[in-house]
């Protein structure tokens, strides 16, 4: 078990204990947090507590997590669009619709169980559910991700992550026309405070960083755009894009009630740059929009 500490803001006063935990370790779940109450594996200030203790500015948090218990991950003869390939790493192109890795609901249809079943000799740093897995997009979010083959490249990737020199850009079709060319999207982003289970622009979020830039305006009811991020927050450019008030056609989270079927949302991370693991090569992969995402942008340009 790992043990973590935080101290408790002047502005977190009053928040339930377990409201706050989740916000403050983003993976963890509210139920998965339950279990450590339950487990008494949570303190403030050297005390047990219950779950809806509420929190008092200079309070300090104690808890423990658990190990987590392996996943039997199995490898599924999954089809895989792989871009690159060699002892070291593979890029990915991942289609909308698909996980990344095991979750609860999905357990045997994931890129981590395709990608076992390709080879067996992926990165074990991340755990026996997250083989090889450097970085992460939506399941109905396509493009590139890079996947590390050994612990070696899984680190110095995790590293190049961590200094902002892998560059991730996406393409993205939003609702409305964008009244400037470019521009850049600095708020910060952190759980809803009215849905636990969405993410927001709220005051005490982590800091999260969009640039876009239009490519295309489509008769003034939407525009094509490219996003680059300096983060990696959790659904950043769809939150940033509601945030702004032009959100993500076909987003089922964030998006307009009415919207363009795009077999999920028109999000699609086209390029992928960063430098090889072990040679240091400058690398730059592009993926080109899946048919349905072109076909949707076709259709707009003709129905005006």
């Given at each position: 078990m790992s043990l973590e500490q935080y101290k408790v803001q002047q502005d977190e006063k009053g928040i339930r204990i377990d409201k706050l935990l989740v916000d403050i370790t983003e993976e963890y779940s509210r139920s998965q947090i339950k279990t450590w109450f339950d487990k008494q594996l949570i303190e403030v200030n050297g005390k047990k507590v219950k779950q809806n203790y509420k929190c008092q500015?200079?309070?300090l948090i104690e808890w423990e997590i658990p190990e987590v218990e392996p996943l039997e991950v199995e490898a599924r003869d999954i089809p895989l669009d792989i871009v690159f390939e060699d002892h070291d790493i593979m890029v990915v192109n991942k289609e909308s619709g698909m996980v990344v890795h095991p979750s609860a609901g999905h357990q045997d249809d994931t890129l981590v169980n395709a990608l076992l079943y390709h080879c067996d000799d992926?990165?074990?740093?991340n755990g026996v559910a997250r083989p090889g897995i450097v970085h992460r997009i939506d399941k109905d979010t396509s493009g590139l991700l890079v996947v590390a083959k050994n612990d070696k490249a899984h680190e110095q990737l995790a590293d190049q992550m961590k200094e902002k020199q892998i560059k991730r850009e996406y393409k993205a079709?939003?609702?409305?026309?964008?009244p400037h060319e470019y521009g850049t999207i600095d708020a910060p982003i952190g759980r809803s405070e009215k849905n636990r289970q969405l993410m927001?622009?709220?005051?005490?979020g982590k800091p999260a960083i969009t640039h876009f830039e239009v490519l295309e305006r489509l008769h003034s009811k939407y525009t094509l755009i490219k996003c680059v991020l300096d983060t990696g927050r959790t659904h950043q450019i769809r939150v940033h894009m509601k945030y702004i008030g032009f959100p993500i056609v076909g987003d089922p989270k964030y998006g307009q009630r009415k919207s363009i079927d795009v077999d999920g949302q028109a999000l699609h991370a086209y390029r992928l740059t960063f430098?090889?693991?072990i040679s240091n090569e400058e690398m730059s992969f592009e993926a080109e929009l899946p048919t349905k995402f072109e076909k949707v942008l076709e259709n707009i340009r003709k129905s005006y």
């Open positions: 500015p200079d309070d992926l990165s074990g740093i079709l939003v609702h409305g026309d964008i927001d622009v709220v005051d005490n430098k090889h693991p």
